[in-house]
C-alpha cells in the first residue's frame, strides 16, 4: 500500500477503505510517512471530505494511536468539556471549577492556539510555575484528589491527533469537518471521561461560520460520543463576536476570574453557565433547569472560586495571581485604536480580532513558535454599541512595538458602522443530546 495511491484517491473524491485509513494513521504517527504527504492528505480531505464511515474510522484510530486513560475509579463522575476554537473563548476556566466544585471529576486535556483562535494551555502557562504536563498517574491523582485537572497532550496519548493538531494550523487545513471531529472526539475517547459537553462555535470567529455546518459538525460529534457509550451534549454559541472583553492569554485568565468571583461580562457568564449547566446535567443525572441552579449557587457561594484556586496550587500555579491578577506582568506597550466617526458598532469581525491577536504576539505564525502571554486585546465596543468619533473601540497589548500598526489596521478593518443600533443574534442558537 503507498500513500500517494492514498492522497490521489481522495482527492479524486473516491471513499477511503478502513485499512487505507489505519495504513496512514499508523504510518505517520510512527514517522514512516513525512509531513508534505500528511499535508496533501488533510487537504484532499478538505476539498472532498469523508463519508460518516471513514470519520468514525479516522477518529478510532486517532484514538487508538497511543495510550489511553482509564477513568473507572471515577464511576459516573468524570466529565470533559471541549470547544470547537473561538476568540476569546475562556470559558474552560470558568466550567471546569464550577463542575468540579459540584462534583464532578473534570479529567481534561487541551490544546494550543489553532489559527486564529486561542488555545486553553497557553492560557494556563500564563500563571506562573502552572504545570500542563503530568504523568498518568499524577493527572488521576489529582483530579481524585481535587476534582479536577486540566493538562496539555501529554505522554502518549492520540499522538497521531497531536502531530496533525500541529500541521493543520500552518496548513489552512483547520476548518474541515471530518478532520475537526476526528480531532476532538480522539481526545475525548481516550481520555475517557464519561460525560461530554462540547461547545461548537458558530460565526466570523469560529471555524463553523454558518449555524448549518455548525450543526452538522455537533450531530457528528454526538453520534460518534453516543456510539462509544458517552453521555454527551453539544451546545451552539454565538461566535460572531469575541466572547467577553479579553483576547490574548494572561488577559483572558483575568477576565475568568472575573467571573468566578460574581463578576465578569455578561456574555462570557452566559455562555459559561449554559456549558457549566449541561455538563453538571450529565454527571448528576439532574434536569438542565436543577443543573443552573446548582451552577449560580457555586458562583454566588464562592465554591467555585475556591476550587480554582485548589486546581491551580495543585498544579504548582502561584496562587496569588489568582487572588490579585495586578500581579500578571503587563505588556509594555498599550495602543488604543480609536473610532473615526459617530455612530453605532454593526459588526465586528470576531475572526479578524483574533488575527490582530497572533500579530500581536498572542498566537502562533509558526508551528513551534511562542507566545506572549501578556500580549492581547481589550475590547470596549461591541455590536450595537454607541461610540463616539476618538472613542477607543479596543486597546491593544504587546511587547513588540512593531505589531502594533499592523494589529490596529485589522481591527479597524473588523468594525463596520451603522445609524441605528444592530440587532444582536442568539448567543446560544440551541442544544443537541
Known sequence: MLVYDIIRKKRDGYELTDEEIAFFIEGYTKGVIPDYQAAALCMAIFFSGMTDRE???????????????????????????HSTGGVGDKTTLIVAPIVASLGGKVAKMSGRGLGHTGGTVDKLESIPGYRTSL??????????????????????????????????????TIDSIPLITSSIMSKKLAAGSKNIVLDVKVGSGAFMKTPAEA?????NMVTI???????????????????????GNALEVCEAIEVLRGGGAGDLRE?????????????????????????????????????????????????????????????????????????????????????????????????DAPVDHAAGIIIHKKTGDRVTAGEAICSLYTNDPGSVEAAANICRAAVTFGSKPAGKAPLIYGVIR
Open 215 to 219: 450543526e452538522l459538525l455537533a450531530k
Open 225 to 247: 460520543g453516543k456510539s462509544s457509550g458517552r453521555n454527551i451534549a453539544a451546545v451552539l454559541t454565538n461566535m460572531d463576536v469575541p466572547l467577553g472583553h479579553a483576547v
Open 55 to 81: 470519520t468514525v474510522k479516522l477518529t478510532q484510530c486517532m484514538a487508538e494511536s497511543g495510550d489511553t486513560l482509564d477513568l473507572s475509579r471515577f464511576g459516573t463522575l468524570s466529565a470533559d468539556k
Open 271 to 367: 455562555v459559561a453557565f449554559a456549558l457549566a449547566e449541561q455538563l453538571v446535567s450529565l454527571v448528576k443525572n439532574v434536569p438542565v433547569e436543577e443543573a443552573g441552579r446548582l451552577v449560580n449557587e457555586s458562583v454566588a457561594s464562592g465554591k467555585a472560586i475556591e476550587k480554582m484556586r485548589e486546581w491551580i496550587a495543585a498544579q504548582g500555579g502561584d496562587v496569588r495571581f489568582v487572588d490579585d491578577t495586578s500581579l500578571f506582568t503587563p505588556a509594555k506597550y498599550v495602543e488604543k485604536v480609536v473610532s473615526d466617526r459617530d455612530g453605532f458598532i454593526d459588526s465586528l469581525n470576531a475572526e479578524r480580532f483574533g488575527i490582530a491577536g497572533v500579530v500581536l504576539g498572542a498566537g502562533r505564525k509558526e508551528k
Open 135 to 172: 504523568s498518568p498517574r499524577e493527572f488521576l491523582d489529582q483530579v481524585e484528589k481535587t476534582g479536577i485537572a486540566v493538562i496539555g497532550q501529554n505522554g502518549n496519548l492520540t499522538p497521531a491527533d497531536k502531530k496533525l493538531y500541529a500541521l493543520r494550523d500552518v496548513t489552512a
